[in-house]
């Protein structure tokens, strides 16, 4: 039976103003939380480092992707990504790949989607419900990530 599982995320990267949570379920959910203070200092290292414009966020969200599916990625057959940043899946997608490939992890480019996640009869998908209740603080989340985490391997 094929493993797959959909992300999605509560609370955006580049609002620096709340945590964010990111999310996968499928029958079984996992989800990190990446407070707003770590978000700031992140974003602060980078543009110390003289990184700039939009492409701060989605790198910031792909290395949080990275984070949330490292573990999980040798059982899943398929990951449908929501498509938070238009425009960007391209981007996003292979940053995505670069990372898990560096980890050792063997991933087929076609193992990752992005797309509108699935809105059942009961409202919304389970990645989302996860995320946010992990977001709003209603469950604890799987893990909460640094600021040294989160900065790793960001070009």
């Known amino acids: 039976m094929p493993h797959i599982v959909e992300v999605d995320q509560s ?13 996968f379920a499928d029958g079984q959910s996992y989800a990190i939380l990446i407070p707003a203070s770590v978000k700031r200092a992140c974003l602060q290292a980078l543009r110390e480092r003289g990184k700039t414009g ?6 910031l969200y792909t290395r949080a992707l990275f984070l949330l599916l490292e ?8 990951v449908t990504i929501d498509d938070e940043y238009t ?3 391209a981007n996003i997608k292979q940053e995505l790949l670069r990372l898990l490939w560096a980890d050792g992890l063997a991933v087929d480019p076609d193992q990752i989607r992005f797309g509108i996640i699935h809105r059942g009869r009961s409202g919304n998908a389970p990645a989302h419900d996860k995320a946010y209740a ?22």
């Open 11 to 23: 609370g955006k990267i580049e609002d620096t103003t709340v945590d964010t949570a990111l999310a």
């Open 71 to 78: 573990g999980h990625m040798k059982d899943i057959d398929t």
């Open 134 to 155: 992990v977001h709003q603080g209603n469950e604890l989340p799987d893990r909460v990530i640094t600021v040294g985490e989160l900065l790793t391997s960001i070009k």
């Open 87 to 89: 425009g960007h899946a």
């Open 54 to 59: 939009k492409s701060l966020y989605w790198r």
